[in-house]
Structures are given as structure tokens and as C-alpha cells.
């Protein structure tokens, strides 16, 4: 069975500052799709980036960008010119990219990395 | 648009109470999912349905009572509920199996609804 580690459970970022969270995978799997998920308090979880495991390229989205080592299955995180807004719950998830007849894979979660942003 | 959403926003009830939660997004997704989350913790599967058939059920209790009356809708009926079902419950949806490469398997989240259960 896959497995997801975020072994921060905290971190903190002055604001304009750059912080980057790690998250780990345990999988037998080839292919598969790699997410950030964040959850401001209160407020909706929303993606953050999403990496296929068959791209080298890492994915970036404005201020968001990853880190994909594949060999040793990491997924880190990096958050530039951090904001205020950026202040939230941090989930890594993993999702396998074998098909499943009339089905749908399950996304695996890591625990969480609660980043606060410090102005 | 990527707009999944929830009602209601919270909901408190008894034990002894039955009350549905809504669902529904307008993207055409064929895979909706139930999730249950307690405070700084990840979400927890409950269902999946995928063309509006349940496909998993992660053995949650009877009193959790999932529905999808067509393909943008989902409910999930609750009945004589514990404290410990307090929690916030995500629906989220994907495209689903038809779909092909990671923008088909990535699932969006709503709101939620924060539940209380005297």
C-alpha cells in the first residue's frame, strides 16, 4: 500500500521570505500523480500544483513550485515571496495512475504541514 | 469553472435527528466523493461514486447514508449520528475514469459542511 509522509508538522515563514515543505512517498507503482492541497483555517482545500510522476519537468504555478526526485520520492514544496495569505494546512496527496475498472483511484493524504507566515 | 458546492455551511443537530447534506458541481465530473475531517487532520474517505454508482465504501456505519440522484448531485443522508461524527465533511469531485492524464484525476474540494452533533 502507498504512503505519504509530511514530517513537518509546523513551520513558519517571514513574509517575502521563501519556505519550502517536504513530503515523502512509499510506493511499487511507476506511474502515479503527486498533489498540494491547502486549507486555510476555516476556509475551502484547495490544489495548489499537481505533478505526473512521468514528467522530469517540475510543475510551477506562479510563486508555487516542486521539487520531483522520483528515485527518491520526494515531493517537496516551495513557496516564494511568501504572503500572508499563504498562512494554511499544507497537504501532500498521492494518487496512483493505474486504471481501476468503473472505478476511480483513491488520493492519499499525508498528515498535514501547518505553515504560519509571520509579517 | 472548478466549483464544487456545499449545504448547508454548518449544521447542528441530535442524536436522535435525520438530516441530509447536499452536493453539487456543474463540470461534468462522473466521480463525486464524501470525505470526513476532523480538525488538523487530512480528510478521511467515506464513498466514492463513479457514474453514479457506489464504487467504494470505506466501511463507514450505517448511520452515514450516501445518494446520487444523477450525475451533478450528492447527498449524504445522516441518522442517529454520535458526538464523535462531529466533524467537517468534504465532498469533492474528478473527471473520473474516462478521463486521461492528472487533470482527470485531480479532485476539487468544497466548502464543506461543519457538523456538530449534540
Same mark, same amino acid.
Given at each position: 500500500?502507498?504512503?505519504?509522509?509530511?514530517?513537518?508538522?509546523?513551520?513558519?515563514?517571514?513574509?517575502?521570505?521563501?519556505?519550502?515543505?517536504?513530503?515523502?512517498?512509499?510506493?511499487?507503482?511507476?506511474?502515479?500523480?503527486?498533489?498540494?492541497?491547502?486549507?486555510?483555517?476555516?476556509?475551502?482545500?484547495?490544489?495548489?500544483?499537481?505533478?505526473?510522476?512521468?514528467?522530469?519537468?517540475?510543475?510551477?504555478?506562479?510563486?508555487?513550485?516542486?521539487?520531483?526526485?522520483?528515485?527518491?520520492?520526494?515531493?517537496?514544496?516551495?513557496?516564494?515571496?511568501?504572503?500572508?495569505?499563504?498562512?494554511?494546512?499544507?497537504?501532500?496527496?498521492?494518487?496512483?495512475?493505474?486504471?481501476?475498472?468503473?472505478?476511480?483511484?483513491?488520493?492519499?493524504?499525508?498528515?498535514?504541514?501547518?505553515?504560519?507566515?509571520?509579517? | 469553472?472548478?466549483?464544487?458546492?456545499?449545504?448547508?455551511?454548518?449544521?447542528?443537530?441530535?442524536?436522535?435527528?435525520?438530516?441530509?447534506?447536499?452536493?453539487?458541481?456543474?463540470?461534468?465530473?462522473?466521480?463525486?466523493?464524501?470525505?470526513?475531517?476532523?480538525?488538523?487532520?487530512?480528510?478521511?474517505?467515506?464513498?466514492?461514486?463513479?457514474?453514479?454508482?457506489?464504487?467504494?465504501?470505506?466501511?463507514?456505519? /450505517?448511520?452515514?447514508?450516501?445518494?446520487? $440522484?444523477?450525475?451533478? =448531485? *450528492?447527498? &449524504?443522508?445522516?441518522?442517529?449520528?454520535?458526538?464523535?461524527?462531529?466533524?467537517?465533511?468534504?465532498?469533492?469531485?474528478?473527471?473520473?475514469?474516462?478521463?486521461?492524464?492528472?487533470? /482527470?484525476?485531480?479532485?476539487?474540494?468544497? $466548502?464543506?459542511?461543519? =457538523? *456538530?452533533? &449534540?
Amino acid at each position: 500500500a502507498q504512503t505519504v509522509t509530511q514530517s513537518q508538522p509546523e513551520m513558519s515563514v517571514q513574509e517575502a521570505e521563501t519556505v519550502t515543505l517536504s513530503c515523502t512517498y512509499d510506493t511499487s507503482e511507476s506511474d502515479y500523480y503527486l498533489f498540494w492541497y491547502k486549507q486555510p483555517p476555516s476556509r475551502q482545500m484547495i490544489l495548489v500544483i499537481r505533478q505526473e510522476a512521468y514528467k522530469q519537468q517540475n510543475a510551477t504555478e506562479n510563486r508555487f513550485s516542486v521539487n520531483f526526485q522520483k528515485a527518491a520520492k520526494s515531493f517537496s514544496l516551495k513557496i516564494s515571496d511568501s504572503q500572508l495569505g499563504d498562512a494554511a494546512m499544507y497537504f501532500c496527496a498521492y494518487r496512483s495512475a493505474l486504471p481501476v475498472s468503473g472505478a476511480t483511484n483513491k488520493l492519499i493524504f499525508g498528515t498535514g504541514t501547518l505553515l504560519a507566515v509571520q509579517p | 469553472d472548478t466549483e464544487v458546492t456545499q449545504t448547508p455551511k454548518h449544521l447542528v443537530m441530535g442524536m436522535t435527528n435525520k438530516k441530509s447534506l447536499k452536493c453539487e458541481q456543474h463540470m461534468g465530473h462522473r466521480a463525486m466523493y464524501w470525505y470526513k475531517q476532523k480538525a488538523k487532520k487530512p480528510p478521511e474517505l467515506m464513498f466514492v461514486y463513479s457514474y453514479e454508482k457506489l464504487s467504494i465504501n470505506e466501511s463507514v456505519p /450505517s448511520r452515514f447514508s450516501p445518494e446520487c $440522484p444523477n450525475s451533478s =448531485l *450528492l447527498n &449524504l443522508h445522516l441518522h442517529a449520528l454520535q458526538p464523535e461524527d462531529s466533524a467537517l465533511y468534504l465532498c469533492a469531485s474528478s473527471q473520473g475514469p474516462s478521463g486521461t492524464g492528472s487533470l /482527470s484525476e485531480t479532485q476539487y474540494f468544497g $466548502p464543506g459542511t461543519r =457538523l *456538530l452533533v &449534540l
